[in-house]
């Protein structure tokens, strides 16, 4: 057996070369390994990311195939749309969501929480390390996601129009920014909340729900506003109509803007609290 | 073997110089006191026992330390630095189990150590395969700890420990679910440890035979209060400035021998035993040879004169005892 090597420490807030970018960069990859490896989670953040967009292609092309007098090819701008509704808005953000909460739950539930306290690590910059890296991980899975769109889009176009590349820019900012937003207040509201299975629960009742209902309820009036959906649909390249699910209230850039970083001001503040202040 | 009297230190004067030293620590849940004006001093370079039955604050005492939970009322320095304010630093060269070690269950043993090397510092990634090599664990690094046993997660806790090069480690009833041999194993690494790499270790446990063979310092606690404390051969006897000297004395005519040291300025007390007699002397334990003379010159035989060892389960069960009674805390002084 070998001895350990004594060594000098390292000041508490800077890594070895002295830069805090440095210890920054190894606490994000801890985290984004941590994601890596719950399997359970990848695989169902997969099927939600990527198996409505397959079914989607594959189920047009059989009719395409099957009839082609009646059905349209499964590819084109058209059909793009559609999947990137269905990516953006429904199950891309299901599937942030169970990163997301993953990311903020991760150390309590596996109950290594404390002992990453009593490192004298900051527990505030314990918890901040986890939202990029829930990120990196929410984006490459809804870019993979994204890139399946993009195949379907173009291989199954046939004879109709395909999407510029403008068109393609945008529509991936706007699911990157819809699924990016709801995986940091998820990591936030799980952090807050320090239950997993409540914290899911309560997301997607939320995200399903709640959010459609009151974005539906013309007397809440500009009210409406204020929910993340509807500032997040605010900065979609395609058409949504008013009112529903997919609903766009007109608003503007700005208070779009402002909706979208008071959401995350008001959920990572939360968890972050919640972190800091909580019996390890 | 450092004392508190090396230190320049002792409970109620916190000098920084020990490794822990806690004045009037208090926790309170609701009207409860799980600690009760706690103090505390751990010397440098020493194995030290917190010794107390379950439910009496150890570990409440312990995440107290580390930040875990806050005080009510008190003040703590770990490794001279205050505690919670300077959390950070003082933990820097701190490595702790608290409870049951517990870790990722579908990361690997190494990949474990990986993020809370990430956490303390890009420097500490190189600590990693030393740290497990310690351990004996090199071979089986790889393996998801979900497939360690019990014994091979402590011992993988420890490694976790060991990262942070420690000054200081606080241990939390470390051998909990080891085998005969894995307890035994532990023992020796603790006391390496302590003796060749100068690391003081604090660890909590219930077992007094435990603590008596591993620890050099010790305090018992009980109730939330600590009611002992210093090094385990005074807590043991009674402490240094009422040490116990008894001896067992196997003579041939025990109503001679009684009669013989009745009022004999060395004797405190005889009394008959199983053994013969039981003489509490007034003096050191060196006067044993007075005793022994002054007997022989009466006519005695002597057979048997032995010093009578005082466990450390004999005192922990005197003072716990005593607890019943209102006495004021006790502390034993080196």
């Given at each position: 057996m070998s001895a350990v090597s004594p060594a000098t420490p390292a000041p508490a807030s800077r890594g070895a070369d002295g830069s805090p970018l440095t210890l920054a960069g190894q606490m994000f990859g801890a985290d984004f390994l941590k994601l890596r490896k719950k399997r359970g989670t990848l695989i169902w953040a997969l099927v939600l990311a990527l198996g409505p967009v397959l079914i989607f292609f594959v189920v047009g092309a059989i009719q395409h195939a099957s009839n082609p007098q009646r059905y349209e090819p499964a590819g084109g701008v058209s059909n793009f749309h559609d999947g990137l509704r269905v990516i953006a808005l429904l199950f891309g953000p299901l599937a942030a969501l169970l990163i997301g909460v993953e990311a903020g739950t991760g150390d309590a539930s596996a109950g290594v929480f404390r002992d990453l306290v009593?490192?004298?690590?900051?527990?505030?910059?314990?918890?901040?390390?986890?939202?990029?890296?829930?990120?990196?991980?929410?984006?490459?899975?809804?870019?993979?996601?994204?890139?399946?769109?993009?195949?379907?889009?173009?291989?199954?176009?046939?004879?109709?129009?395909?999407?510029?590349?403008?068109?393609?820019?945008?529509?991936l900012g706007f699911i990157l920014l819809s699924t990016g937003m709801l995986c940091a207040v998820s990591v936030g509201f799980a952090a807050l909340t320090t239950s997993k299975p409540g914290a899911i629960i309560a997301l997607i009742a939320w995200l399903i729900v709640a959010s459609p209902v009151l974005a539906n309820i013309e007397s809440l009036g500009s009210a409406r506003k204020g929910l993340l959906s509807q500032a997040v649909a605010h900065f979609s390249p395609i058409h949504l109509p008013e009112g529903g699910h997919n609903a766009s209230i007109p608003m503007s850039g700005g208070l779009a803007f402002i909706v979208l970083v008071?959401?995350?001001?008001?959920?990572?503040?939360l968890g972050a609290w919640r972190t800091r202040t909580m019996d390890a | 073997m450092p004392t508190q009297t090396d230190n320049g230190g002792s409970p109620g004067q916190m000098t920084g110089h020990a490794a822990i030293e806690t004045e009037?620590?208090?926790?309170?849940?609701?009207?409860?006191?799980?600690?009760?004006?706690?103090?505390?001093?751990?010397?440098?370079?020493?194995?030290?026992?917190?010794?107390?039955?379950?439910?009496?604050?150890?570990?409440?005492m312990i995440r107290m330390l580390l930040g875990l939970t806050h005080a009510s009322a008190g003040s703590m320095r770990v490794l001279g630095h205050p505690v919670p304010s300077?959390?950070?630093?003082?933990?820097?060269r701190v490595g702790a189990i608290v409870e049951e070690p517990r870790f990722h269950p579908n990361l690997s043993g190494r990949e474990n150590l990986r993020i809370v090397a990430a956490v303390r510092g890009p420097e500490v990634q190189a600590r990693i395969a030393p740290a497990l090599a310690r351990v004996g664990l090199s071979e089986r690094a790889d393996e998801k700890v979900k497939k360690y046993s019990l014994g091979m997660r402590q011992r993988l806790g420890v490694a976790r420990c060991l990262l942070a090069d420690p000054l200081l480690l606080i241990l939390d009833e470390p051998t909990n679910g080891l085998d005969p041999g894995g307890i035994q194993e532990f023992r020796e690494m603790i006391r390496a440890m302590v003796e060749q790499e100068n690391r003081t270790v604090f660890l909590?446990?219930?077992?007094?035979?435990?603590?008596?063979?591993?620890?050099?310092?010790?305090?018992?606690?009980?109730?939330?209060?600590?009611?002992?404390?210093?090094?385990?051969?005074?807590?043991?006897?009674?402490?240094?400035?009422?040490?116990r000297n008894e001896l067992i004395v196997g003579v041939d005519d025990v109503e001679?021998?009684?009669?013989?040291?009745?009022?004999?300025?060395?004797?405190?007390?005889?009394?008959?035993?199983?053994?013969?007699?039981?003489?509490?002397?007034?003096?050191?334990?060196?006067?044993a040879a007075q005793v022994n003379a002054s007997l022989v010159r009466a006519g005695v035989a002597v057979r048997r004169l032995e010093p009578v060892r005082h466990s450390l389960e004999q005192r922990f069960l005197e003072v716990t005892s005593r607890l019943d009674a209102p006495v004021a805390q006790e502390e034993v002084r080196a």
């Open positions: 009593v490192t004298g690590r900051s527990r505030v910059a314990l918890f901040a390390s986890r939202v990029p890296a829930a990120l990196a991980m929410c984006f490459a899975i809804i870019g993979a996601a994204y890139a399946v769109l993009l195949l379907g889009t173009f291989v199954f176009a046939g004879g109709l129009p395909t999407p510029e590349g403008s068109l393609i820019l945008d529509g008071a959401w995350l001001v008001v959920f990572l503040g | 009037g620590v208090t926790k309170r849940f609701g009207s409860r006191a799980a600690i009760d004006g706690v103090d505390l001093y751990v010397p440098r370079g020493s194995a030290f026992g917190f010794l107390g039955p379950n439910g009496a604050g150890k570990t409440t300077e959390r950070g630093q003082a933990l820097r909590s446990s219930h077992l007094l035979d435990e603590v008596e063979k591993i620890c050099d310092h010790a305090a018992i606690v009980d109730r939330g209060k600590v009611i002992a404390q210093g090094p385990i051969a005074e807590l043991a006897s009674g402490g240094a400035g009422g040490a001679l021998a009684l009669g013989t040291l009745e009022g004999s300025e060395l004797v405190r007390e005889a009394r008959r035993s199983d053994e013969g007699l039981r003489v509490l002397l007034s003096g050191d334990i060196e006067s």
